[in-house]
């Protein structure tokens, strides 16, 4: 991403709150909201080395966490609800197959914690003692 000066100076950093995941969604609508414009490169390539949330537990439920976050910052309380609701039952359904990031992502959004909350023994099965 290739930002201005003058619109940097416009908009201010990025809000690190949102630690992983949905930082720049935040960023752009802040440069939008500004009266700036966000243009597509198509010629340009990005090679991302490294991370992969659709394989990491932790990494997938504060993606999914920030998402929920970004739509509260921007709706009212009951979309926000309805909004959280779609996402479990989504992430729910996507989970029958077996898939441990969705399952995740479904109990982030059914249990309302915060992103930094999410660690692995919430994400992981319960032990059999």
């Known amino acids: 991403m290739a930002i201005s ?14 630690f992983l995941y ?10 939008r909201a500004a009266g700036y414009r966000i243009v597509y490169a198509p010629e340009a390539t990005v090679v991302h080395i490294g991370g992969d949330y659709r394989r990491n537990d932790c990494l997938y439920a504060i993606l999914t966490a920030n998402r929920i976050r970004d739509y509260a910052r921007h709706h009212d309380v009951v979309s926000t609800a309805l909004f959280r609701i779609a996402v479990f039952v989504g992430e729910l359904l996507r989970s029958l197959s077996g898939s441990s990031v969705h399952r995740a992502g479904a ?23």
């Open 107 to 129: 109990l982030v959004a059914i249990r309302r914690l915060p992103a930094r909350h999410v660690t692995r023994p919430l994400l992981s099965q319960p032990s059999k003692a």
């Open 22 to 31: 949905s930082e720049e969604v935040d960023y752009h609508r802040r440069i």
């Open 5 to 18: 000066a003058e619109a940097r100076a416009a908009v201010g950093d990025w809000d690190e709150t949102f």
